[in-house]
């Protein structure tokens, strides 16, 4: 592509980032996105519901051993586990340094013991959006179930009472209001996917679309 | 072997409650939206003093619906790159064509571009159209409600009613601050009602989108078979309207939304 005329962006380069220098990418930044400082954007296609911690349940089930639902005390009730680090947006803002609260996804699939046939997982929401994730970008301590974000209960616009973490993915993977996991032997697109959306969404990659 | 979720999942399983995932209504190419395309300026036109529509010359457009939008690059000279999603303003029935309006946004390092260094003959990257839930083809009664620039994927919408001559019901609500701030002002017809928050021409109330001006839509003005919503703003205003519509007793799984900001 040609340069665009006259453009040439915010400056990007970090004090301390000698790889940034010159224009190179800030370390920390995947192509093509910019950092959102101190917003966050809210992204949800549907009305955010009115959920509260009482109303709230999370299930496992489909190719597991024991199909279980947790509710608000007992999902509390497993380890605590925080993630702090950034997330990335596919309209193309990351947020760099944020801090969750919640259980590592690792301590509930722990419970109901994943099938070895099991390859990919659908998550569903409250309020019946759907996003789907190969199983091996939900365990290794690389997803949560998230209610606390900067130590404070998740606001619901942003997915209160908790939420599907999935930070090393594009976000619309972490599905807010999350009800539960269907572990399937197959891929199967969720609500965004069928829109046209990649069926990952590695930002590393951009793999924003369906396609990429 | 195609499987299907029936194959492999226990019965009883959870049903969401509100229906709200249902698949797009609109099949997305996604060769179309893989590829990226060269999109020439061609005009710039002033629509409110934050606000311009840039036309852009994309002979290998394979058209769109309208409340379609597409991603938008611009690249420096160092090779950095930014993107950004719009919503496309204009019809689908402009060949070779299409429009978006965008807000001069303080700070905004593509808006800010546009608005300050872009003219004629300037190129730039596009690819789409991208996702199929917003958009409206034309089908089913459309209730549309939008502010600020929230209104551009809605005024696709509304052109598109118009330059294919449908009968399909459609109203938009659109929200301003004043009258000099709403985009399309000489455009609106008869389906428009338009919203001022802080400044109104005399004889008009001043204040946020009421219960009043959307309760009538969702009952006296209630098409057979009810409305397909469309909301699209700032956050703040969507979940505003949203509730709005869920309290006039539009069912949640018919409201779709575009936040941005």
């Known amino acids: 592509m040609n340069v665009t005329r006259g453009f040439t962006g915010r400056p990007r380069v970090l004090p301390h980032s000698p790889e940034g220098v010159g224009g190179a990418p800030i370390a920390g930044l995947p192509p093509g996105q910019y950092d959102a400082g101190d917003d966050w954007p809210v992204l949800s296609a549907e009305v955010t519901p009115d959920l509260t911690p009482a109303d709230w349940s999370f299930r496992i089930d489909g190719l597991v051993a024991e199909p279980h639902t947790w509710d608000w005390a007992g999902a509390h009730a497993l380890p605590a586990s925080a993630y702090e680090g950034d997330i990335h947006c596919v309209t193309s803002w990351s947020k760099f340094g944020v801090r969750f609260g919640g259980v590592s996804l690792d301590a509930f699939l722990d419970v109901v013991r994943p099938d070895e046939s099991a390859t990919h997982a659908v998550a569903y929401s409250h309020t019946g959006y759907t996003t789907n994730l190969p199983l091996a970008d939900l365990t290794g301590g690389r997803a949560w179930i998230a209610w606390e974000y900067e130590g404070r209960p998740l606001a619901a616009e942003h997915g209160g009472p908790a939420r599907l973490l999935v930070p090393h993915l594009y976000f619309w993977k972490s599905a807010k209001w999350i009800a539960g996991l269907r572990l399937l032997d197959h891929d199967e697109p969720g609500f965004w996917e069928q829109n046209g959306y990649h069926a990952r969404g590695n930002p590393w990659e951009e793999q924003r679309y369906s396609g990429d | ?261």
Do not use: K
Not at chain 2, 65 to 84: F, I, S, V
Not at chain 2, 179 to 185: T, V
Not at chain 2, 204 to 223: F, N
């Open chain 2, 1 to 261: 072997m195609t499987r299907t979720t029936s194959d492999t999942t226990a019965p009883g399983l959870f049903v969401p409650p509100t229906r709200f995932a249902v698949p797009g209504r609109i099949a997305v190419s996604n060769r179309e939206a893989a590829l990226w395309q060269t999109a020439t300026l061609t005009e710039v036109r002033r629509e409110t003093p934050h606000a311009s529509t840039f036309r852009f010359a994309v002979p290998g457009w394979a058209g769109h619906l309208p409340g379609q939008h597409l991603m938008l690059r611009l690249r420096a000279e160092d090779g950095y790159t930014a993107q950004r999603h719009y919503s496309i303003a204009s019809a689908p029935d402009d060949a070779g064509h299409i429009e978006l309006t965008l807000d001069h946004v303080e700070g905004g390092e593509v808006s800010g571009w546009f608005h300050t260094l872009a003219e004629p003959g300037d190129e730039v990257e596009v690819r789409g159209p991208l996702s199929g839930f917003f958009a409206w083809p034309g089908d089913r009664p459309a209730l549309l409600i939008g502010a600020g620039s929230g209104v551009v994927p809605l005024m696709s919408m509304i052109r598109h009613h118009r330059a294919r001559g449908l009968t399909v019901p459609l109203r938009l609500l659109v929200s301003a601050r004043g009258p000099e701030e709403l985009i399309y002002a000489r455009e609106y017809g008869a389906e428009t009602t338009p919203v001022f928050t802080r400044r109104a021409p005399e004889g008009m109330p001043v204040g946020r989108l009421t219960a009043s001006q959307v309760a009538p839509l969702l009952a006296d003005e209630r098409p057979p078979g009810g409305w397909e919503a469309y909301v699209c703003g700032s956050n703040a205003f969507a979940e505003h309207a949203s509730r709005l519509l869920v309290s006039a007793g539009q069912p949640v799984d018919r409201i779709r939304i575009e936040r941005f900001g």
